[in-house]
């Protein structure tokens, strides 16, 4: 029996900007005669679409008489797969009619236009590739902003701006004329927060859950789940987060007011992927006035996520504000190594009659290495303190005078130190009671030497040693100071046999 089938193609910006264009060539197809169609919507330029191959192998088989399309660009675009179809269709004896251009490969005619054809197709689709790099080169030279735009800003001028346009009106604060100002289009009218505001809060979200998908989770319960749409290429305004998508956000320098090219590269035909930070193209400073974040914050969001990547990943069931990889000995993660084998140790935890505690371990222990012994994590930090110490009275010795300050104790400190202690004694556990215990602990650690707690971001290891030439100030520290300072300021802690061997600072 004669087979005649169709094979219809749009790619997806023909059916985003035409939503008619598939069903037209549905239609022309069947008036041609075919009376079974295949169709694909993808881009003419890849190969491998999953109609075409099957269609394709249904003539190689020899169970198609005729194929019908429209245009020679709805089958290939590349004159190498045109002619792979061409052998095809000649040796299984089937034909193929263009409707556009009047060709039948029945015919010597039709085979030489066939051919003619697909090399312009190709030809079209190198020049338009062309183009498009032409472009891309043409607006690094300006410094202009990138076609796309993180969340928070939109393009002026070819400049990042922050988008300051009306966004979300909560639902406790709508007035109840809210309709006719939204059918008037004055949105100024209706109180709310604009898309910088909300980018703004979301970054406050994340140093204050201090993990990507911490942070996602409460900026989801304050402004709710929002679903990806189903167009990819939908400018919504609207962000669709993922844990990997706000990572990928937080670290954009268009956030620090700069801004970056060739953060994506293509690896084949059809595939792109991003790049490697070190190797994109940075312009610095191209909109100072509209930066979202600090030099500083910036530092600090990369040291979290560099900490948090050691630590493993966040569960939405733990609870955000007490996450796993902030509790009290969590710093020491990524730091603790086997004196014997020079492995990284892994923590473990154990309970006894006084209770539970913490150690680390040589992952090898008892599989060839010869350190079976765990060390206890508090004997690791109280090792470690005393280091520090040490280090920073040699360093500050020079300074007799200094050092003297540094170890007396003021009435204040002591008022706040008997606070403390006081408060350490009231059994049980409340939130506002932690919440007290630790802002005394801040106080305190502020009336030691207000210089380590300033801002360490920009000060070198040596700088943060020296500063710390008392023992209380090590002890004040909280479990989220603990994991910014000494990370900045320790480079490996060496265990053999339940004692610490070594500390290695980066000085």
Not at 181 to 197: A, H, M, V
Not at 240 to 265: D, E, K, M, S
Not at 453 to 482: C, M, V, Y
């Amino acid at each position: 029996m004669k087979r005649t089938v169709g094979y219809a193609r749009v790619s997806s910006r023909e059916q985003a900007v035409d939503s008619q264009a598939l069903e037209q060539q549905i239609a022309r197809l069947k008036a041609a005669g075919a009376t079974e169609i295949f169709q694909d919507i993808q881009s003419g330029s890849n190969d491998d679409r999953p109609a075409l191959k099957k269609l394709m192998n249904l003539v190689s088989e020899g169970k198609v008489h005729e194929v019908i399309i429209t245009r020679i660009d709805r089958k290939a675009r590349s004159l190498p797969k045109l002619r792979e179809c061409i052998d095809i269709y000649r040796n299984s004896g089937a034909n193929l009619r263009i409707l556009d251009q009047q060709i039948d490969l029945n015919t010597s005619q039709g085979k030489l236009m066939v051919n003619v054809l697909g090399s312009l197709a190709e030809w079209e689709t190198d020049l338009i590739s062309e183009r498009v790099r032409h472009g891309k080169e043409h607006r690094r030279k300006k410094q202009a902003a990138n076609e796309s735009y993180p969340w928070g800003y939109q393009i002026v001028n070819e400049k990042y701006q922050l988008d300051t346009r009306p966004f979300l009106c909560l639902l406790s604060a709508r007035p109840d004329n809210y309709l006719d100002l939204y059918n008037e289009s004055d949105l100024t009218k209706l109180p709310g927060q604009t898309i910088k505001e909300i980018a703004k809060n979301c970054l406050d979200i994340f140093f204050k859950h201090r993990g990507v998908s911490r942070g996602l989770k409460a900026i989801f319960n304050t402004y709710g789940i929002i679903k990806r749409s189903d167009n990819r290429n939908s400018r919504d305004g609207i962000f669709h987060w993922t844990p990997t998508g706000f990572n990928h956000w937080l670290t954009n320098p268009v956030l620090c007011g700069h801004t970056a090219y060739l953060q994506r590269i293509t690896i084949s035909k059809r595939k792109r992927k991003r790049n490697k930070p070190e190797n994109w193209e940075i312009i610095h400073d191209t909109h100072p006035e509209h930066r979202l974040i600090t030099d500083a914050e910036a530092a600090e969001i990369q040291q979290i996520l560099k900490f948090n990547s050691k630590t493993g990943h966040f569960s939405f069931n733990q609870d955000p504000n007490n996450p796993v990889c902030y509790r009290e000995y969590a710093y020491q993660t990524g730091l603790v190594f086997c004196a014997e084998c020079g492995s990284k140790c892994i923590t473990k935890s154990a309970t006894h009659k006084g209770g539970k505690y913490y150690y680390f371990a040589c992952r090898y222990a008892g599989m060839g290495c010869g350190n079976p012994k765990s060390t206890r994590k508090s004997n690791i930090e109280s090792a470690l303190i005393k280091t520090l110490v040490q280090r920073s009275q040699i360093l500050a010795s020079s300074d007799d005078k200094q050092l003297a300050q540094s170890q007396s104790k003021s009435e204040k400190l002591k008022s706040l130190e008997s606070r403390l202690e006081a408060l350490e004694k009231i059994p049980g556990f409340d939130p506002d009671l932690e919440n007290l215990k630790e802002k005394t602990r801040q106080l305190i650690a502020s009336e030691i030497n207000p210089f380590l707690f300033d801002s360490t971001q920009n000060k070198s290891p040596e700088e943060i040693i020296r500063a710390g030439n008392n023992l209380a100030i090590w002890h004040t520290l909280s479990p989220d100071d603990k994991v910014k300072i000494y990370h900045q300021i320790v480079h490996r802690i060496t265990i053999r046999n339940a004692d610490v061997e070594e500390v290695i600072l980066k000085i």
